[in-house]
């Protein structure tokens, strides 16, 4: 059974910044690709950022040059640092883990199968 448990997140203004870990457990080995993803009320679930098991690291342009994707593979956390934080960053973010690649990470929801429990991210303008 693998768990992801997120930690973080919060209210904070625009401009501002907040950090969002992950922590996975459970039996879990080999190569894999981590990810961030957020869903705000009535959109669907899109790709934040990904990591893969070189550090290589993917972002959607909405956010490149504001938040940085980083995982600590002793501790197996993977931190997602948001800075200059925009109103329509608003919205739930979840982290999730992808076994079946190992480099070459999908931005895609539905690649995902172990995900974690969503944490609120609310800024306001």
């Known amino acids: 059974q693998v768990q992801l448990v997120e930690t973080g997140g919060g209210s904070v203004q625009a401009g501002g910044s907040l950090r969002l870990s992950c922590v996975v457990s459970?039996?879990?080995?080999?190569?894999?690709?981590m990810g961030w993803f957020r869903q705000a009320p009535g959109k669907e679930r899109e790709g934040v950022a990904t990591i893969g098991s070189t550090s290589n690291t993917v972002y959607a342009d909405s956010v490149k040059g504001r938040f940085t994707i980083s995982k600590d593979n002793a501790k197996n956390t993977l931190t997602l640092q948001m800075n200059s934080l925009k109103h329509e960053d608003t919205a739930m973010y979840y982290c999730a883990v992808d076994l079946f690649r190992p480099v070459t990470c999908t931005m895609v929801a539905a690649g995902y199968i172990y995900w974690g429990q969503g944490n609120q991210v609310t800024v306001s303008s």
């Open positions: 459970g039996y879990i080995s080999g190569r894999y690709c």
